[in-house]
């Protein structure tokens, strides 16, 4: 039994399976909230005389032959500020990176000398 609870911590630890499973909980409620403030606050603020006209809702209402535009334009919207946030974090881990190993540098270098 504690070889298999050895192994076990081991899996977790090299594959990192905790900081994953924090990712992609906070991966879901950032979706949540993009989506939300794509449905609720953006959709109806831009497009509301649009809505208006047409006597609906909701921008996801909005349907031609049978094709649910407004859902293609909400889910493209929704898309573009995700990969934009993604983008900004992935940005500012990868300077963070880099000054780490700028400081490392230094560390080594003024040990050396």
Known sequence: ?????KEFSDFLNQYNVVGLAVAIIIGGKLNQFVTSLV??????????????????KSIEEIAWRGIFWGKVVSAAIDFVIV??????LVR?????????K????????VRKD
């Not at 990969?83 to 900004?88: I, P, Q, T, Y």
């Not at 500012?92 to 780490?100: I, M, Q, R, S, T």
Request: hydrophobic share 55%.
């Open 39 to 56: 449905n609720d606050l953006l959709m109806p603020a831009i497009f509301q005389p649009v809505l208006t006209r047409l006597k609906l």
């Open 1 to 5: 039994m504690k070889k298999v609870l």
């Open 92 to 100: 500012a881990l990868n300077k963070a990176a880099e000054k780490a």
């Open 83 to 88: 990969a934009f946030l993604v983008f900004l």
């Open 102 to 109: 700028e400081t490392l540098e230094k560390i080594e270098k």
